[in-house]
């Protein structure tokens, strides 16, 4: 008798901690809803290091990718939202975890001029307006494979460059039927890619094959592509539990306060002079980026997504797969740096005999344009030196502009140098006075100049009349890098003039800009009039055009031959 009193407490109570617990689920759910329906713009915060610790769970309907067996992960489809970038100074780096953490959605009045961009996939999650898979005979159908480069990252859905492309073709061609499908998923690699195109090139017919990977191949990332799927084979049950895991908010909420308590989150100052100690090691490759371009990947096989090796192979797979279905193809490097991975595409291009068009190059002359031009619209162009080269060091004068930004006090320059103040913030002033190597007073432009060895690797970043000893008055979350070099019969080495607030040609650490995607859309645009398969094709679209002028009965009721 005593048991089942037992027994009945012990059903009272659970009964009760259940129903407790579906109404703080309801609760959260409600909340998040609420919250959510409130966001006009996602923010994508940045910081260097991209340590944000760990993310709310109120922001997880947001995300743009789902798993997925095969892909391991792929676009969900019908999202529609706008995103805005942050990727902006900020007075403390404590500002940028915020944004991502605030549960009421308020933008600070300093971002309201911040750049917006939208994105909108459809029914089968690409970032395309609806298509047939099914191909009209007159149409001249292109499907453009990659990552987020293909996709267009912080630009809207016109600016990615296989939308510029077809809107390029339609202005020169209007009698013609170009279809540029983008089929760009964020974070894809080459391996993700060949298996797209696998299984869409019997469906869709194209008649040419835009390949744009690179960037996430090279990723020192711990493991490799090839070997996830089997990886998530053997752990079925696990992932099943998980999965049940994740669709309850009160155990993501649990999960993510303790994960926020425990998070003890770095300055810029403990990325840069972790970047710095790894320059020229083998770890610098799992920072990424720039360390990218001197990685011994033979090394780091198994913990690359996919190796120079793998890559090289599963490029021509796609450019055999291609052509087997009658398709022309063209190759993409779409990367800010220039790693091992553009190597291997420019061998295959010249064996394959495949087109290749190299945004890396694009960029980097688009870049130096600019700085050519600020210089001249400035008048700071470096006038030849009479004094010679100290002997065994360079005199080095880093600029930048500060353009719209106020600075009440300075610009400050930090590095991981003694010259550059050894990694104290807000310590090494520059000046806009004509004094210490400025070339001109009172024309925004801050100037600092030091002496160093040949060789002499530098990392700094510049900070607005911060406080000396505090990371405040902070720029873009970027480390500005270079190797000094001694320029013969020059006294001293002026650095291009950089802006305070942005980098040229970049819309983040990893992408280009709008005006970088249309430099790609155009290169692209003139490698397709080069072909013999567009030629033919514009050819029997003209004398098509020209018939239905002709005959236009013949043309209404669909019956030309």
Known sequence: MKGKIILKEIVKITAGILVIFVVFESLLRFAYFLRNSMVDYVVLPYNAAQDFGPVPPWVDGFRILEPDETFVWRNRSGVQRSYMDVYSPVQEEKDRTALLRQFLPVLPASLKGNPVWKVSLNSQGFRNKEFSRRKSSSAFRILSLGDSWTFGANVDQE??????????????????????????????????????????ANEMAPDFVLIGFGMNDASVAGYRDKDMPGYQGQTAVRKKAVRVLERIEVYKLLRFLSRAMRHKPGTIGDYMRKVAASAGTEAEAWIGGRGNETADYEKLEQYTRVSPSDYGKNIVSMIRHARAHGAGVILLYNELWDTPYRTVLK????????????????????????ERTLEETLDLVPHAESEAARAGEVEVVFRVYSGDHPVPRAIFICGIHPKLGDGIPNLVAMKDDGTQGDQKAGDHVWSYAATFSPGTRLFYVYTNSGEIGRWTGLDIPEIRRFTVREEKGKAKVYRPVESFGK???????????????????????????????????????????????????????????
């Open 159 to 200: 600016k990615a460059y296989p939308q510029r492309l077809e809107g390029m073709l339609e202005e020169e061609f209007p009698q013609a039927d170009f279809e540029v499908f983008n089929l760009g998923v964020l974070a894809y690699s080459s391996h993700q890619g060949l298996e797209l195109l696998r299984r869409m």
């Open 347 to 370: 061998k295959v291009s010249r064996e394959m005999e495949v087109p290749l068009v190299d945004s890396n190059t694009l960029i980097d002359r688009a870049r130096a344009g600019i």
């Open 503 to 561: 980098m040229y040609m970049q819309a983040d650490g990893w992408h280009t800009n709008a005006a970088g995607y249309e430099l790609i859309a155009r290169a692209v645009l003139e490698k397709l009039k080069e072909d013999g398969n567009v030629k033919r094709y514009l050819a029997q679209t003209g004398r098509r055009e020209l018939f239905d002028r002709r005959n236009p009965d013949v043309r209404s009721t669909g019956t030309e031959g």
